[in-house]
């Protein structure tokens, strides 16, 4: 899925990405506002193996992850996926380690997978779910997306809003405001 973006590369997972790889996944102050339940060593280095491989998005596959890195860094500063969602919808989502917190990286990135989803893909829909208390991503998802609906979040324990945005939605985003992207 490498993508251009004007600060940040998207690219496959490698074994030096490990170490950031394990903060992504288990640091409190990233993974509580996703929720989801903690990971296990196997899980860690299970996952780790399985993101490490190329992958590329398709609809028959239910996703793929990527290394985000800030442009001409070697650091793995988060992870963005494209999976399919509960309604079995493409649904983008993304984590930074924090000390990447607050620097405009979020919005560029969703900019850019929406870009991604839409013009590369060809998809019709893209979505996004976030828990209704992680505030910093419920801004980013409002620049971009429009609200859909909130649920409860059985797995996670938590209430979430989905977010989507349609391909003709985009499109008119882009002609009245010019590439967006």
Same mark, same amino acid.
């Given at each position: 899925?490498?993508?251009? *973006?004007? &600060? @940040?590369? !998207?690219?496959? *997972? ?8 394990? #903060?992504l996944?288990?640091?409190? /102050? ?13 899980? !860690?280095? $299970?996952?780790?193996? #399985? ?5 590329e =998005?398709?609809?028959?596959?239910? &996703? ?10 070697? #650091? @793995? !500063?988060?992870l %963005? ?5 509960? #309604?079995?919808?493409p649904?983008?989502? =993304? ?18 997978? !929406?870009?991604? %989803? ?14 209704? $208390?992680?505030?910093g ?6 620049? %971009?997306?429009?609200?859909? &609906?909130?649920? =409860?979040? $059985? &797995? ?8 989507? @945005?349609?391909? /003709?939605?985009?499109?008119? @985003? ?8």
């Open positions: 899925m490498p993508f251009p *973006l004007p &600060r @940040l590369e !998207i690219k496959s *997972l490698s074994q030096k990405d490990f170490p950031y790889f394990v #903060e996944v288990t640091a409190p /102050e990233i993974v509580n506002p996703v929720p989801h339940e903690p990971w296990s060593k196997e899980k !860690i280095d $299970e996952n780790f193996k #399985e993101f490490s491989k190329y992958q =998005y398709s609809e028959a596959k239910s &996703r793929a992850v990527w290394g985000i890195f800030e442009q001409g860094k070697k #650091e @793995l !500063i988060g %963005c996926a494209l999976l399919r969602n509960d #309604e079995d919808q649904e983008i989502g =993304y984590r930074f380690r924090k000390k990447y917190w607050g620097k405009g990286y979020a919005t560029e990135l969703t900019q850019g997978m !929406i870009h991604y %989803c839409f013009k590369n893909l060809g998809l019709e829909l893209v979505t996004a779910d976030v828990n209704i $208390e992680n505030i991503s419920v801004k980013v998802l409002e620049k %971009c997306f429009t609200p859909v &609906r909130e649920f =409860y979040n $059985e &797995r996670d324990k938590s209430t979430d809003r989905r977010y989507q @945005l349609l391909k /003709e939605d985009y499109n008119t @985003l882009c002609q009245n405001k010019g590439n967006i992207h």
